[in-house]
């Protein structure tokens, strides 16, 4: 019995949704949360390369570095192909197989600078085109690696509205953990005279209006109010406002802060305080 071509695509049609759906909603929101760090990772690996090179607690720094990296190899194999240590299932689709391609041909041009980081002894030679790589490079990463998670949020609109509004304010929770590292980030190649003070002002920006929207809901950003999270906003911006002044300071002076330690632990105590918002998010939506 021969097939007609619609036939054909029906049964593809069919199939790719049965994919899907062999996901539950936690199951998703697991996805969500875990390619949503893979964001902060980035930003993460890029900060900790930045104090290595500027001679900030270099030994921790290296020790930080190669855990970071570690994780977000360990956390991409794991969106390809499920990972049961990380709670990943496969969702076996062309169209997210080939966004989490275009991130592993990146992955492995980035990684290049974080084994150079990581094997450096003394100050390197060629510091300002490693400088360069990583300012670009970074950023292409992160902008795949927001595609991925887009399209993990995207696909919860086919299931159910509450869904996909979760999926949605659980992904902008999850982008604040990218936001903590790529302020410092911001702030480390402004002073090393690499980027602007306007990138680092708008990721402020961005950090303070979101953190808003989440506290007290905004149907604009599609972002819910949930009361079970909002004693733990409230915490995280009192915290905001602490590292906020030190940004603030740099950006006027163009100078670099007087204690880089100050820094380097409000901006990972504001990261995992973010983090556990993100899990409180995820909790509630199950």
Known sequence: MKYSKIHWISIFLMTSCLNLAAATQPEILKIIDLAGKQRMLTQKM?????????DIEPEENKNHLYKTAALFNQTLNGLFNGDSNLGLVEIDKPSIKKKLN???????????????????????????????????????????MEDVVDWYQDESKSTDQKDYEEAVTLNEAGRQRMRTQKMTKELLLMVSGINTREELKKTMFDFEKTLIGLLKGNR????????????????????????????????????SPRNWKIVVKLNLTLLSEMDNAVQMYRRHFK
């Open 102 to 144: 275009k991130v592993s041909k990146l992955w492995h041009k980035f990684r290049i600078n974080v084994d150079v980081v990581l094997l450096m002894d003394e100050k390197l030679q060629n510091q300002d085109e490693l400088l360069k790589n990583i300012a670009q490079q970074n950023l292409q990463l992160l902008a795949y």
């Open 46 to 54: 890029s900060k900790e390369i930045l104090l290595i090179i500027n």
């Open 220 to 255: 604009e950003q599609k972002l819910l109010k949930v009361n079970a999270v909002r004693n733990q906003l409230r915490m995280i911006k009192n915290q905001w406002d602490n590292y906020k002044s030190i940004l603030d300071n740099s950006i006027k002076t163009q100078r």
